[in-house]
């Protein structure tokens, strides 16, 4: 009974121990998309500024916003807009729409495997295949065989982005099948000669990266960096930083400004992101 | 236990034994709370506050002083508290938002007869509906979208599949093993292998899942010779891992726990060990096996990990090679990205509530039969 | 087992040896199929493995095969569930002492009790995790905040302390079941001589009944402590981090744990092959982890049975 009571005693004491906040702390939540990125653009920061002390958790974009609300992050990445719900939220949290930051972009490939002979589609090309529309090769002037189709679970951001953008809003086709990651993606359309998949530009490493057409009469444009920043390149989308802007001053505005900066820049590239246009940044 | 009832009259017994016996409630108080804050986390979606709509009638923030209080506190889905806390400006920007989200609806959903509909009644939520650009009455998990179509049938599917595909591979191994380690294997044998099959359940489930995509997923693959590497058939073999060591454990101890008079009887009248282990000993024991069945359905249906790990798209498909997408999962896989409080939110907690009541009852009848079974072969009924 | 032998039918029963051969064959089929998950980690889990591995804390990418190492999970983890034994310990333990100390075997709070923690031993980890958030996040956190007038939400959130309340619940039943096997398992003579020279009926189970049943009791810990371990369900939701650059501090912080970061390197992977070996060698630590546990809990098991089957 003593050992019983001394373990409440320790509970009650652990308790007792109450979190706070110290000045020249900044939480980081949100969008695993963005996770990585994150954390480095933390560790070379806190490199150069020893007063200032930067944690990053993740746990999706949705669990980011709500940190936002309950005041429990400074920071929320999100890999998408904010919604309407979330910025409705905000407002009835802390009485101010939360501030928006683009912080980089990111570019979707489609990738196939390298035996097809295909080199280029149009996005709504790309969106029929994805929504069971096109189902042989050869009507997009391939080989006379099935598309399989991979893509990935429905709460990635990735996900959502490919489905409002290149789908334009419909379902994907049930025949789709979902990978749990965008490497399971790659590996799984390395193995197959018909398959179709998408993912980060950066990651589509020994597939091939379909030339992509805005539209019909627009040339096929290639997944490269430069395109990708240029705009030219039709499938990207931004990632964004969100913060209460009650809170955006002092050591939280510096860090936002720094990210912003060619600085905080250069460490986009090397997650396989891409670096916002000069004009975007700080 | 053989101590009689007594020393009341000592206030420090008495104490110690009312506090004794208000710890042993919790937990009754346990089971009670978590239905009570799992359903609760649901109900709005039971009163039907939830619309998930996509066009909308916005009310122009200019109208704002024409509406009654009550009024705009239902449309900006206030509380009381949250409404009488705030000054007219935060009202306006509430308003605002509310119009942008339907400024920021794309054009071609404007007219389409779907965005009118609200996804979170019951009849889309378990019936099938007729979408647009589909050619028939279909049923859909998309909950991301701009339409959010939250039916739910494809998911009970899924996990009536893997469940199935489970239990069908687990129970023959599993009873069959009992049998053999309670009546075959020598007393000696049985102090191995008993203990060994139980190490099984040690395997955390994360790992199961881990060897099921890595290794099992591919060596299966090439054995059947299907198309999609990650499906059902493998989400429910490696269900089965998790699910033999109990389906084993709890038959293994009805089976043994049958008297040893009707064994000793059978074999005195001339039966072989495998009549009398076939036609006296199971028999007698079939209630247990029975509930240990139902527990391990129980388990499996109720396993989130593996099946996360190993297939997850929401296919609507009774096919065991084609993917599948169980409750569980749904819940794992989509909490994170839900807006906290939002229709999604509560549907995942809603399917919590059902998933709950499912094995509640399951385990209850498990209970239940293994219950009757103790007092029948005591003697006592 | 002799008089067995003795009454066996001489003559050649292909039924008999037919079906015996089948349960053989599903006995041995489970027993290769957990040889096979063993034997399958441990060959490309020790390639991965060193000390460096065990005791490193990530600084920048935790798929990067070189730098890697799990030291904050396996802290995150060993917190977590120390932190539950604290609470799930004296409540199963009260639990078991009154369903077989005091409790009327027949009246119905013994039967609901009964009932409850059968149920509880059922719900499924999601349902747990789901609950967390509901019940100790949204409620007890958020009013704990509300309370204190904190300005941002500090219990209101997911924390480690939340965590591992969720698995305590979750665990309540094994160390219930497991306490009161081993209660049962002490003659009821030794409590009789207690009540018969003069002492109380607490004194009685503190003294004499409690420390005779600690194996049975550490056992119910042990396998507590080892299914918390290896399960991520139920703190998805509740406490745990993707990724944390230092240690938790307090009892309101997240925390890094081995069992979701096995989820994490084998889904979320940016090259599959490339993460193969870490990934593997982070399996090994978890499964040595649950495992020991779980070994050292079937040995005093059995050791308590033993003795069990003694006196019934």
Not at chain 1, 7 to 34: E, Y
Not at chain 2, 325 to 342: C, N, Q
């Amino acid at each position: 009974m003593k050992q019983f009571i001394k373990s409440f005693c320790v509970a009650a004491v652990a308790v007792g121990i109450s979190a706070s906040a110290s000045a020249g702390n900044i939480t980081v939540k949100g969008s695993d998309t963005l996770l990585i990125l994150a954390q480095k653009w933390a560790e070379n920061y806190m490199g150069s500024h020893a007063d200032v002390k930067i944690s990053v958790t993740g746990g999706g974009t949705g669990t980011g916003f709500a940190a936002l609300q309950n005041q429990t992050t400074d920071l929320c990445d999100a890999s998408r807009k904010a919604k309407a719900a979330e910025i409705a939220n905000c407002i009835k949290a802390f009485n101010a729409r939360p501030t928006e930051y683009k912080v980089a972009l990111d570019g979707l490939s489609v990738y196939v495997n390298p035996e097809s002979p295909l080199k280029e589609l149009t996005v709504a090309q790309v969106g029929d295949i994805f929504t069971g529309k096109t189902k042989n090769w050869k009507e997009v002037g391939g080989p006379d065989a099935p598309i399989t189709l991979y893509s990935r679970e429905n709460s990635s951001g990735t996900y959502e982005f490919f489905k409002e953008h290149v789908l334009k809003g419909h379902d994907f086709a049930a025949s789709a099948q979902t990978m749990p990651g965008t490497a399971a993606i790659v590996q799984a359309v390395l193995k197959d000669k018909y398959g179709i998949g998408y993912g980060g530009a950066a990651y589509g490493g020994g597939t091939k990266q379909l030339s992509i057409k805005k539209d019909d009469t627009s040339p096929a444009i290639d997944p490269t960096e430069n395109n990708v920043e240029s705009g030219t390149y039709p499938i990207w989308r931004y990632l964004y930083v969100y913060v209460n802007p009650a809170l955006d001053k002092g050591d939280i505005a510096a860090y936002l400004n720094w990210i912003r900066s060619d600085d905080g820049q250069k460490y986009v590239k090397e997650v396989g992101y891409f670096p916002l246009p000069k004009n975007l940044r700080n | 236990m053989g101590i009689h009832r007594g020393h009341q009259a000592r206030p420090v017994e008495w104490l110690a034994e009312k506090f004794i016996f208000l710890v042993s409630l919790s937990a009754i108080v346990m089971v009670f709370l978590i239905f009570l804050f799992v359903a609760r986390e649901a109900l709005p979606l039971f009163f039907g506050e939830t619309n998930t709509a996509l066009v909308q009638k916005p009310i122009p923030t200019a109208d704002l002083e024409k509406l009654s209080p009550a009024k705009l506190q239902q449309y900006l889905e206030l509380t009381p508290a949250q409404f009488a806390a705030m000054d007219k400006d935060t009202l306006k920007s509430l308003m605002d938002v509310k119009q942008e989200a339907q400024d920021e609806v794309p054009e071609e959903f404007r007219n389409d007869p779907d965005a009118r509909i609200n996804t979170t009644e019951w009849r889309y939520l378990v019936l099938p509906h007729q979408w647009n650009h589909y050619d028939k009455p279909e049923y859909i998990w998309q909950p991301v979208g701009q339409i959010q179509k939250y039916n739910i049938i494809p998911l009970l599917v899924g996990t009536l599949k893997t469940t199935l595909i489970g239990l069908l591979f687990a129970v023959p191994l599993s009873v069959g093993a009992a049998i053999y380690v309670s009546q075959m294997a020598r007393p000696k044998m049985r102090e191995i292998i008993k203990p060994t099959i139980e190490l099984l359940s040690g395997i955390p489930s994360v790992v199961v899942g881990f060897f099921a995509l890595l290794v099992m997923a591919t060596v299966l693959q090439k054995v059947f010779g299907y198309q999609t590497r990650l499906n059902a058939f493998v989400a429910g073999i490696a269900l089965g891992f998790a699910v033999i060591p109990v389906i084993f454990s709890i038959a293994e101890d009805a089976l043994t726990s049958v008297p040893r008079a009707y064994t000793q009887a059978a074999l005195a009248l001339g039966a072989s060990r495998w009549q009398t282990a076939w036609q006296i000993v199971l028999p007698a024991a079939l209630p247990g096996v029975f509930a240990a069945t139902v527990l391990g359905f129980g388990r499996a249906i109720g396993e989130t990990m593996i099946v996360l790990m190993v297939c997850s798209a929401s296919v609507m498909s009774w096919s065991i090679f084609d993917s599948a997408r169980s409750i569980t999962t749904t819940i794992a896989a989509e909490m994170a990205e839900a807006v906290s409080g939002g229709p999604h939110y509560r549907i995942l907690f809603m399917l919590g509530a059902l998933l709950f009541a499912v094995t509640f009852v399951s385990n209850m009848v498990a209970g239940a039969v293994i219950q009757r079974f103790k007092l029948k072969l005591e003697g006592k009924r | 087992m002799n008089a067995r032998k003795h009454f066996r039918a001489e003559k050649f029963d292909f039924a008999s040896f037919f079906f015996t051969g089948l349960t053989g064959l599903a006995t041995l089929l489970i027993l290769g199929i957990l040889a096979t998950i063993l034997i399958n980690i441990i060959a490309n889990g020790v390639r991965g493995f060193s000390w460096h591995f065990v005791s490193t804390i990530p600084k920048k990418d935790f798929f990067d095969v070189n730098t890697t190492g799990v030291l904050p999970m396996i802290v995150g983890t060993t917190i977590c569930v120390f932190v539950m034994t604290i609470f799930v310990l004296p409540v199963g333990v009260i639990t078991a002492i009154y369903l077989t100390e005091y409790a009327a075997n027949n009246s119905l709070v013994t039967k609901f009790i009964r009932a409850a923690v059968n149920n509880l031993a059922g719900v499924p980890s999601i349902v747990f995790g789901l609950f967390g958030l509901g019940f100790f996040i949204n409620f007890i956190g958020k009013n704990i905040d509300a309370v204190l007038h904190n300005p941002s939400a500090v219990w209101g959130q997911p924390a480690l302390i939340w965590a591992s309340l969720t698995l305590a619940i979750m665990t309540m039943p094994v160390v219930i079941v497991a306490t009161e096997e081993s209660l049962k398992a002490i003659p009821p003579g030794l409590r009789e001589a207690s009540l018969a020279l003069g002492a109380t009926k607490l004194e009685t189970i503190l003294r004499v009944v409690l420390p005779q049943a600690l194996p049975g009791i550490m056992t119910g810990g042990i396998l507590a402590v080892s299914r918390a371990a290896g399960e991520v369900a139920p703190i998805l939701f509740t406490g745990v981090a993707y990724y944390m650059a230092s240690l938790p501090h307090h009892v309101t912080d997240q925390f890094m744990d081995l069992g979701y970061h096995v989820f994490v390197l084998s889904t979320q992977s940016p090259n599959i092959e490339q993460t193969r070996p870490i990934l593997y060698a982070t399996v090994l630590v978890l499964l040595l982890l649950t495992f020991a546990l779980n070994l050292v809990a079937i040995v005093i098991r059995a050791r308590v049975r033993k003795k069990l089957r003694a006196l019934g």
